[in-house]
C-alpha cells in the first residue's frame, strides 16, 4: 500500500519541481534574458513622443497691420474603444455649437466598427476652455489635441497674392506655399506619460525639443490700398459682368508692388469651397495679348531711335489700310492725316501699324526687349508666366504691324505695369517686388528686397515725352474717363480681341479690356493696370476700365502719407555695374552741326545718338556738350532750322572749328554773310574769330582741311 502512494508523491514532487523549474526559467527569461526589450516595450506603453506644433510666423503689410497670423487652440479626437458616454459626448459637442449630435455619434459608430483607436472629431480650433472642459468630462475616450488656425483679416481682397494654409499648417500657394519653409518653423516634442488607462501620470509631460516659431515676413503691400483696389476692381468686374481679372497699384520709381487684387479670387478661410481657378494670381500668372496698352512699345521705339516726333503727320488711310498677308487694318472710327501724339491719343491701329514700319522690325524688336517682354520679372510671387515675344525671324510680312498695336504677341499685366513703371520714372526699368523683408524669431534677416534697377530702358527725354503723349489720351482721347481732378493722370486704354485657337482666329465677341496708367503725370507717384477679361455688354478699355483706375487713384490719393522725396538713394542696380563704374566721356560740342555729322560725332566717342524732332542742324542736346557720360550712353539731339536772328543758336558769331564746309555754306547765306574758303573739308581757323557781334558783320573768311576732324573717315565710308 505504501509503494504507490510513494510514487505518487515523488511524480507530485517531480510535477512540482519541474513547475518551479518552469517558473524560474520563465523569470529568468522575462528579468534577464528579455529584460531590455520589455523595459523597452514598458516605456512604449508609458510614454509616448508627441510633436508640438510651431506657430506659423506673421505676414504684415508695410505698416505693420497683419495680413495673415495663427492663433492657438485645440482639435478634438476620440478612442471610440474607451469613450465611456458617445451619446453624452455627442449632445455636449451640440450643445456647445460645434457639431450635430448626429454627426458626431456616425464619427464614432465608424470609427468603431473599422477598429480604429483614433479618430479626428473636429480640426477646427477650438477655444482651450471648451476644449479642456470636454477632455476633463470624457477622458480617456476623448483627445485634445494643440491645434492652430490661420487668420486672414482681409479675407477675400488678398487671398490669391497670400495664398492659404491645409489643415496640418502648411502653406498650399501664394506667398503662403512659397515661403512655406521659413514661415512654419520648426516643430518641437514633448515626452508625454501615462497609465494603463490612457490618464497622464507621474512627471506628466516633458518637454524634449521645444518647438521653434515662424519668421516673420513684412510685404510692400498697404492694407488699405489692398481693400480700395480689390473693391474698385470687384464693382468693375461685377458691373460688367467680367469673366475675371485683375489690378495692380505700384510705385513707379521703386518697383514696390502696393496692392494687388485678382478677381474673382477666394476667400483663405474656406479655401476648400474655392474654384481651382480662382487661386491663380492672374497678373503674373495669366499670359493674355495686351492689345492697344502696348503701343507705347511702338511708340517709345519711335521716340527713342528718332524715327518721328509727336508733331509729325501720319496718314491713317481713313479708317481701312491694306496690308499683305491678311485682311485690312481697321480703326474703329476713321481718322485722315492727324499728328503722331493724336495717333497714340486716338488709339489708331493704322497710324501706329505705320510708326512702326519707320522703327523697323530690329528697332521694334529690341525695345520689346528692353521693356523687359518676353522675360519673367523676377517678382516672389510663385506660378510668374514669361509672356510671349516671338524672334523676328518667326514674324510674317505683317508681324510688326500687328505687334504694333499688341497681337501677335503676349505678356502678364505685372510686365505690362512694370514697362509703363519705365516711362512714368524716367526711362528706368525696375525688379517688381512684394516681399520687403523676412526676419527670423530672433530678428535676424533671413531676406531682404529693395529697389533695384534692371536697365535703362529709355532716354529720361523719351519717357518725358511719352507722358506728356499719355495725359493727351486722358485730355483728348479714348482715356476721358480715367480723368482725376487736380491728379492730372495719364495713361492708355486697351481693348483686345481674345485670340481663339480652335479657329485659327479672332473673336468678334470675347475682349480684354483695360487702362494702364499712372498719376500725377509729370511726377508719377502712383501707377495702376486694371485688367477685366471678358466685360459682357460695353468692352471698350476706355469704358469699362479707365474709370475704375480713376477711382482707385483718387482713393488711394486721400490716404497715401509716404514720403515724398526721391527714393532713390537705395536703388542698386542688377546684373550690371552703376553708370560711375562704366567708362566714361565727354559729350563733343555738336550744337549747330548737320544731324550726320553729330550723329558720327557721337558715334567716334562711342555714345548713342537719338535725333529728336527735325530740321537740318542741331539745336541743343541732352545731356548737353562737356558733360561727362558713361561710354555707351545714349545722347538726344534736338534738331531744328536755324531762325533770322542767330547763327547756329547764338547772336554772337561761333566758333566754327570743325564745321564742314556744307554747313558754314548754308548758316552763312541764311544770316548774309560774304564768304571766303580757304582749302576743303572742315573748318581750322576763321576770320572774325568766335565772339564777334553779328550786328554789322559783313564778311566772313574761313580756312578748311580735310584732316581736321574725326569723323571724316566715318563720314567717307557712310557717303555723306
Known amino acids: 500500500m505504501s509503494r504507490p502512494r510513494d510514487d505518487r508523491l515523488r511524480f507530485l514532487s517531480w510535477c512540482i519541481l519541474a513547475l518551479v523549474g518552469i517558473l524560474w526559467a520563465r523569470a529568468f527569461q522575462l528579468t534577464v534574458l528579455r529584460h531590455d526589450e520589455l523595459r523597452h516595450r514598458a516605456l512604449a506603453q508609458q510614454t509616448k513622443f508627441e510633436p508640438v506644433p510651431s506657430i506659423r510666423g506673421p505676414v504684415l503689410d508695410r505698416a505693420g497691420e497683419k495680413l495673415a497670423f ?11 474603444a474607451v469613450l465611456p458616454n458617445p451619446d453624452k459626448l455627442a449632445l455636449a459637442m451640440e450643445g456647445y455649437g460645434l457639431m450635430s449630435a448626429d454627426r458626431v455619434r456616425a464619427i464614432i459608430e465608424n470609427g468603431s466598427q473599422s477598429r480604429k483607436r483614433f479618430v479626428w472629431l473636429t480640426r477646427e480650433c477650438l477655444r482651450e476652455a471648451v476644449a479642456c472642459s470636454l477632455e476633463t468630462e470624457f477622458a480617456p475616450g476623448l483627445i485634445r489635441c494643440p491645434e492652430s488656425k490661420r487668420l486672414y483679416p482681409l479675407g477675400k481682397a488678398a487671398g490669391p497674392l497670400l495664398g492659404a494654409t491645409g489643415v496640418e499648417g502648411q502653406g498650399l500657394f501664394g506667398l503662403e506655399g512659397r515661403y512655406d519653409r521659413v514661415l512654419r518653423g520648426a516643430d518641437g516634442r ?36 489692398q481693400q480700395i483696389v480689390d473693391a474698385r476692381l470687384r464693382e468693375a468686374a461685377e ?24 478677381y474673382p479670387g477666394f476667400d483663405p478661410d474656406s479655401v476648400g469651397d474655392a474654384d481651382s481657378t480662382a487661386l491663380n494670381v492672374w497678373a503674373v500668372g495669366h499670359n493674355y495679348e495686351p492689345g492697344s496698352t502696348f503701343k507705347v512699345v511702338t511708340f517709345a521705339a519711335a521716340i527713342e531711335s528718332g524715327s518721328i516726333s509727336p508733331l509729325d503727320l501720319i496718314n491713317c488711310h481713313n479708317g481701312s489700310r491694306a496690308v499683305p498677308g491678311g485682311k485690312p487694318i481697321k480703326d474703329h472710327e476713321p481718322y485722315g492725316v492727324i499728328p503722331a501724339s493724336m ?47 516671338p524672334d523676328p525671324s518667326l514674324w510674317s510680312s505683317r508681324s510688326l504691324i500687328t505687334q504694333a498695336f499688341g497681337q501677335e504677341v503676349s505678356c502678364t499685366a505685372l510686365q505690362l505695369a512694370v514697362a509703363y513703371g519705365a516711362v512714368a520714372n524716367g526711362g528706368l526699368l525696375m525688379r517688381p517686388y512684394v516681399v520687403r523683408s523676412v526676419r527670423g524669431p530672433d530678428g535676424t534677416i533671413v531676406e531682404t528686397h529693395g529697389p533695384e534697377i534692371v536697365r535703362r530702358a529709355l532716354l529720361p527725354v523719351t519717357a518725358r515725352t511719352l507722358r506728356e503723349m499719355l495725359r493727351k489720351v486722358v485730355t483728348e482721347g479714348t482715356g476721358s474717363k480715367a480723368e482725376v481732378e487736380g491728379l492730372f493722370p495719364a495713361g492708355k486704354t486697351g ?39 471678358e466685360p459682357r455688354g460695353t468692352y471698350w ?87 561727362r557720360v558713361r561710354v555707351g550712353a545714349a545722347v538726344a539731339l534736338f534738331l531744328s532750322e536755324p531762325n533770322d536772328s542767330t547763327f547756329g543758336g547764338s547772336e554772337t ?68
Open 495 to 533: 481693348t483686345a480681341q481674345k485670340y481663339i485657337p480652335e479657329e485659327g482666329t479672332y473673336s468678334t465677341e470675347r475682349y480684354i479690356a483695360s487702362f494702364c496708367g499712372f498719376a500725377p503725370y509729370d511726377a508719377p507717384r502712383w501707377l495702376c493696370l486694371v485688367v477685366l477679361d
Open 70 to 80: 495663427s492663433v492657438d487652440g485645440s482639435a478634438l479626437a476620440v478612442d471610440p
Open 653 to 720: 558769331l561761333p566758333d566754327l572749328s570743325n564745321f564742314p564746309l556744307r554747313d558754314v555754306v548754308e548758316r552763312a547765306q541764311w544770316q548774309g554773310l560774304e564768304l571766303n574758303v580757304r582749302g576743303n573739308g572742315w573748318v581750322i581757323a576763321q576770320d572774325p574769330p568766335a565772339g564777334t557781334p553779328l550786328a554789322g558783320l559783313h564778311r566772313l573768311t574761313v580756312w578748311l582741311s580735310a584732316d581736321s576732324c574725326r569723323a571724316y573717315g566715318r563720314l567717307q565710308e557712310e557717303g555723306m
Open 239 to 262: 458691373e460688367q459682368r467680367a469673366k475675371g481679372g485683375c489690378a495692380i497699384l505700384l510705385d513707379p520709381s521703386t518697383g514696390e508692388i502696393l496692392a494687388l487684387a485678382t
Open 343 to 389: 495717333v497714340f491719343a486716338h488709339s489708331s491701329n493704322i497710324g501706329t501699324g505705320i510708326v512702326a514700319e519707320k522703327v523697323g522690325e530690329e528697332g521694334f524688336y529690341h525695345m520689346e526687349r528692353l521693356l523687359g517682354f518676353g522675360v519673367p520679372t523676377g517678382v516672389e510671387i510663385p506660378g510668374e508666366e514669361r509672356g510671349w515675344i
Open 541 to 627: 478699355g476706355g469704358s469699362v476700365a479707365a474709370p475704375a483706375f480713376a477711382r482707385i487713384i483718387d482713393d488711394v490719393s486721400k490716404l497715401d502719407t509716404r514720403p515724398t522725396e526721391d527714393p532713390r538713394s537705395s536703388i542698386r542696380w542688377v546684373n550690371q555695374t552703376a553708370p560711375d563704374a562704366a567708362p566714361t566721356t565727354l559729350i563733343p560740342r555738336v550744337v549747330g552741326l548737320s544731324p550726320g555729322l553729330a550723329r558720327n560725332l557721337l558715334k567716334e566717342e562711342g555714345l548713342l545718338p537719338r535725333l529728336i524732332g527735325s530740321g537740318s542742324c542741331v539745336a541743343r542736346s541732352e545731356p548737353t556738350s562737356g558733360a
Open 190 to 225: 514633448v515626452l508625454d506619460f501615462r497609465s494603463g488607462s490612457a490618464r497622464h501620470s507621474g512627471p506628466g509631460r516633458v518637454v524634449v525639443t521645444p518647438p521653434r516659431p515662424g519668421a516673420t515676413m513684412e510685404l510692400t503691400i498697404d492694407s488699405r490700398f
